[in-house]
């Protein structure tokens, strides 16, 4: 038996593909850890991806970054301890990720981790410090890309890495034709459009700064859709921006996974703290701001499709950067887009899970 553990709404995309994948070598027993649970952010997902239920929703819920893994830790560890599976495989860098790998380890289960060797100069931030513990305890690296294997090789010589590229290209790919259309997921929406998410910390824990970011949302010569994660909205709700418009920005809300690629697709650019959302653009030949001072997908800045803009930048900067970004590439993506694969991730999680010890 494989145990394939996730608890977010990224995961629940990754693991569609990867469930699939690993059936093939037997038994896959899914653990949610219920990390979201908000219905748009989870199990919307499982409907339109295709998705069984999860054998065991572990009900983890929010909390402090501590409580949150701590009850991830012990709920996992009870379930693994049950059901003693061959390998534990893990996803991406979240409470999730660190809080199952940690049980798995303990119990002496081998760890399977996806998504290995990303890495952000800021080495407190909470993604990087699960990122670094899973890799150092996981006995397989499953890497998305070039820069992440050779870290690996050199930091981890005693694991197995196996280059695999990015699970999320599986995903995109074999949904792509059934993506609607924008207009049908914001009725009036025009193009051209821009489309905007913001749901990190360092965004929506600091006020002034998530104004600005609004703010400069707000007075671009195009209208913005802004996708309001749950804790997005509350931050916008004590800035007293909860009305559905701002100037040409339109607050709606988080919307499913199927409909964030399109309006995505269809956008002239996105602006986004989303790793997720990064690579999406990036594959769908959509030009990108990041609202962040780096990003662990450092490949898409490289190739021009994704431009940098620190948090703490002025509302002028940031409206400037998104026009710097639509002028550049004006509809086109001449960039290469396979530096995370070509959409064949899962297979080779599987055959490397199969070639296993």
């Given at each position: 038996?494989?145990?394939?553990?996730?608890?977010?709404?990224?995961?629940?995309?990754?693991?569609?593909?990867?469930?699939?994948?690993?059936?093939?070598?037997?038994?896959?027993?899914?653990?949610?850890?219920?990390?979201?649970?908000?219905?748009?952010?989870?199990?919307?997902?499982?409907?339109?991806?295709?998705?069984?239920?999860?054998?065991?929703?572990?009900?983890?819920?929010?909390?402090?970054?501590?409580?949150?893994?701590?009850?991830?830790?012990?709920?996992?560890?009870?379930?693994?301890?049950?059901?003693?599976?061959?390998?534990?495989v893990v996803i991406g860098d979240?409470?999730?990720?660190?809080?199952?790998?940690?049980?798995?380890?303990?119990l002496r289960l081998p760890v399977v981790h996806v998504e290995a060797?990303?890495?952000a100069a800021d080495r407190l931030m909470a993604e990087e410090i699960n990122r670094r513990v899973v890799d150092a305890i996981a006995t397989l690296l499953c890497t998305p890309c070039e820069a992440a294997t050779r870290r690996m090789r050199a930091v981890h010589p005693d694991a197995t890495v196996?280059?695999?590229?990015?699970?999320?290209?599986?995903?995109?790919?074999?949904?792509?034709s059934r993506l609607p259309a924008p207009a049908s997921v914001v009725p009036g929406l025009v193009s051209p459009y821009l489309f905007a998410t913001l749901h990190r910390a360092e965004l929506t824990d600091i006020p002034a700064r998530l104004g600005a970011v609004v703010g400069a949302l707000a007075v671009l010569d195009l209208p913005t859709i802004l996708a309001v994660h749950p804790r997005t909205r509350a931050a916008l709700a004590a800035l007293g921006l909860d009305a559905e418009r701002q100037g040409a920005l339109r607050l709606v809300p988080a919307v499913g996974y199927l409909e964030s690629l399109a309006l995505a697709r269809g956008a002239a650019a996105v602006v986004t703290d989303s790793g997720?959302?990064?690579?999406?653009?990036?594959?769908?030949?959509?030009?990108?701001?990041?609202?962040?001072?780096?990003?662990?997908w450092e490949e898409t800045v490289a190739l021009g499709a994704n431009l940098l803009m620190p948090p703490e930048a002025a509302a002028a900067e940031l409206a400037g950067a998104v026009r710097s970004q639509i002028t550049r590439w004006q509809g086109r993506a001449p960039w290469n887009r396979t530096v995370y694969g070509e959409g064949h991730a899962a297979e080779k999680v599987t055959s490397a899970i199969a070639a296993m010890p």
């Open positions: 038996m494989i145990a394939l553990c996730y608890g977010t709404r990224p995961q629940v995309i990754k693991a569609s593909v990867l469930r699939r994948a690993l059936a093939t070598l037997g038994p896959v027993y899914a653990i949610d850890t219920g990390q979201h649970y908000d219905y748009a952010l989870n199990a919307l997902l499982y409907e339109q991806l295709g998705v069984a239920p999860p054998d065991l929703f572990l009900e983890a819920g929010s909390a402090s970054h501590a409580e949150q893994t701590a009850t991830i830790l012990t709920r996992a560890e009870a379930a693994l301890s049950r059901l003693r599976p061959r390998v534990v979240t409470n999730s990720t660190l809080g199952v790998a940690l049980a798995a380890a303990k060797g990303l890495r196996v280059e695999s590229g990015d699970v999320a290209r599986d995903v995109l790919e074999s949904v792509r997720g959302l990064q690579r999406e653009a990036y594959w769908l030949g959509t030009p990108c701001v990041t609202v962040r001072g780096e990003t662990e």
